[in-house]
């Protein structure tokens, strides 16, 4: 099994079932021996934290939004996604770029070829012999249906500006992870989120182990 730094991101929309399986995975990591570093987006940072909130709160149009959560990308880039890759460590990190294009491309209609220009100015980094654009190596997609995922949240907690948008929104989420996973089919592992919980992780298991990342 390789013991360089791997960079998984979890991606879908809330309700999805994200949060259990991403914990799941860290503490499956973790008995392996390996350090774990387990982030989100928008977030990971005491910066990128403060503009998460205004980004989950605050009304604004997409391309304000997708200007603060990719300032917001680039400071956990620098600050935390960088230094653990470096470090060897497996970085499980709840959304990252894929969401955008999900959710400011496709739910609110965004323009992707400046999404694209932010991606690759925002996430071009050096390597120590030439520059790339910092993707994950894994990215596991929690797909599910919207009207699904909405009852999964019914009454759990009060919604955020994305949570209380309405089914259609979802469906436009949808179709835009669809969009990247067919762009870069060989870094995603779509998973059907419409089964147990045990089906789920034993859908992300393989995933894993597939590549050789879990014993």
């Known amino acids: 099994m ?15 079932g994200k949060s259990t399986h991403i914990e799941s995975l860290a503490q499956a990591f973790r008995l392996q021996g390996r350090a774990v570093t387990l982030t989100r987006e928008p977030g990971g940072t005491p910066l990128a934290e403060k503009l998460r909130a205004i980004v989950l709160k605050d009304r604004m149009d997409a391309m304000t939004e997708a ?3 990719f300032a917001a990308r680039r400071d956990h880039l620098q600050q935390v996604i960088e230094p653990a890759l470096a470090a060897g460590a497996v970085l499980l990190c709840d959304r990252f770029t894929d969401a955008t294009f999900a959710y400011q491309g496709g739910g609110r209609g965004f323009d992707l070829t400046l999404l694209t220009a932010l991606e690759e100015m ?7 012999q030439a520059h790339f654009i910092r993707q994950p190596d894994l990215t ?4 599910l249906p919207a009207e699904i995922a ?5 009454g759990t907690r009060a919604p955020d500006k994305f949570e209380a948008e309405p089914i259609e929104f979802f469906r436009r989420v949808a179709a835009g992870y669809l969009q990247r996973m067919q762009a870069n089919p060989g870094r995603f592992a779509r998973i059907d989120a419409d089964r147990p919980r045990e089906a789920v992780w034993q859908q992300v298991l393989d995933a894993l182990q597939g590549r050789g990342w879990l014993g």
């Open 122 to 128: 925002v996430q071009t980094t050096w390597d120590g």
């Open 67 to 69: 200007l603060l959560v």
């Open 150 to 154: 909405a009852h999964r949240l019914s």
């Open 140 to 143: 596991v997609w929690f797909d």
């Open 2 to 16: 390789t013991t360089n730094g791997l960079f998984i991101s979890f991606e879908g929309i809330d309700g999805a």
